[in-house]
């Protein structure tokens, strides 16, 4: 199996799995509430704590912000709603762009139909970035919060969150990014950023999934957007996951280091060049989506005109390689992506993309199989297209 769908998920890394396992599978002590009082809460207690301030310290922050969720999109959620929610004294209006992750979108239109928020949704450029003067000229009076996602993650264009941000600082607007497919590939600390709220999700860097965290700068208020107890200061309630979140940690910790050191991150785009010099060699009409210049370094987002995504997609698995169309939230379905035609993608075009993604199991050899792989997988449609146009034409007109 040839894996390039790492920005829908990354295998489990040994640290993470060696770090939940004493949680896991240990006695008594090892399985109590952290909310208890007794000895095997208070040392559950003691994990998530120790756990929260090695996240400070990684985000230059304080511990009192952080809050651990259960992933990217109750990340993203209780960051929007709860803003949203507890603000709209001083205004109603709310800004996002139209490339953002389902998770933003979908949480920021609920506001608007169900809530009574205004909602302006930005376009982006041909290259799928916000142009920070757009974001100016759609600031109100009674603006709120804008949400711009760092990283995207079916094309890996990276936003100028520094410049947004600060834009909105200026007006005292709260601004919040949905870091996801950045943390653990790129440096994305929230006070170089400017940004009051940050996301992130731990399956995305190697860790457990169903685990994430959400930065809340110090003196923002939120409301909780569930109810039921008092954890993570009143923001967040429920049980908390002492192996997730210690997992989630152990494997920040590797992707932190790599990330200092850069060389995974050269490496991996070497793959990427590779593999679209040879996706143009093969399919001449191939399209790239985003620049390379301002695209995550990972990330090879690709359309092949002429052709049937789903069945590309389809044949690639059976020729035992995994990729993936675009968003892995839309529950296997594909359909054409909502980002690429934000940015100008025709539909028919978009429905033909497909979104390969590297990590740190990627190799050469797996390039070279998987354009051994894309290669009969086009020739196989081809000749299927050929084969369906000459059962149009008339029998004696064939003869």
């Known amino acids: 199996m040839i894996y390039l769908d790492y920005n829908a998920t990354t295998p489990l890394c040994q640290e993470a799995l060696e770090a939940m396992l004493p949680w896991l599978q240990g006695g008594h002590e090892n399985h109590g509430n952290p909310s208890s009082i007794h000895a095997p809460g208070r040392k559950a207690r003691a994990a998530i704590d120790e756990a929260r301030d090695q996240w400070a310290q990684w985000l230059q922050a304080k511990s ?184 989630m940690t152990a494997a920040a910790k590797v992707a932190l280091q790599s990330v200092a050191q850069g060389v995974e991150a050269r490496r991996e785009e070497a793959l990427r060049k590779q593999l679209w010099e040879g996706i143009k060699k093969i399919y001449p009409l191939a399209n790239r989506h985003g620049t390379p210049e301002q695209t995550l370094f990972n990330t090879l987002n690709v359309s092949f005109p002429h052709t049937d995504g789903e069945t590309l997609i389809m044949g690639l698995d059976l020729e035992g390689i995994a990729v993936s169309s675009g968003s892995a939230c839309m529950v296997g379905s594909v359909q054409a992506s909502h980002v690429l035609q934000a940015m100008g993608v025709s539909p028919k075009i978009a429905q033909t993309a497909v979104r390969f993604s590297l990590g740190r199991g990627t190799t050469t050899v797996d390039i070279e199989g998987t354009l051994l792989g894309l290669e009969k997988v086009l020739k196989r449609q081809h000749q299927a297209a050929t084969a369906m146009t000459l059962r149009d034409i008339p029998l004696e007109q064939i003869k």
């Open 64 to 247: 009192h912000e952080i809050i651990f969720t259960a992933g990217g999109t109750e990340s993203d959620n209780l960051a929007l709603l709860g803003l949203a929610r507890r603000h709209d004294q001083k205004g109603n209006h709310l800004i996002t762009a139209s490339t953002e992750h389902h998770a933003v979108l979908h949480a920021m239109e609920t506001l608007r139909d169900r809530e009574g928020f205004k909602l302006t949704i930005l376009p982006v450029q041909s290259d799928g970035m916000v142009d920070p003067e757009r974001l100016r000229e759609a600031l109100r009076p009674e603006t709120i919060l804008v949400s711009i996602m760092e990283t995207n993650n079916e094309t890996g264009v990276i936003q100028p969150i520094a410049e947004l941000a600060a834009i909105c600082r200026e007006r005292g607007v709260f601004f919040h990014t949905d870091a996801v497919q950045s943390f653990g590939k790129r440096s994305c600390l929230p006070m170089e950023l400017g940004v009051d709220a940050l996301s992130l999700a731990a399956h995305k860097f190697y860790g457990p999934k169903g685990v994430g965290v959400l930065w809340l700068r110090s003196g923002v208020s939120i409301n909780a957007i569930q109810h039921g107890g008092f954890q993570e200061n009143e923001r967040r309630p429920g049980t908390e996951d002492v192996a997730s979140i210690v997992g």
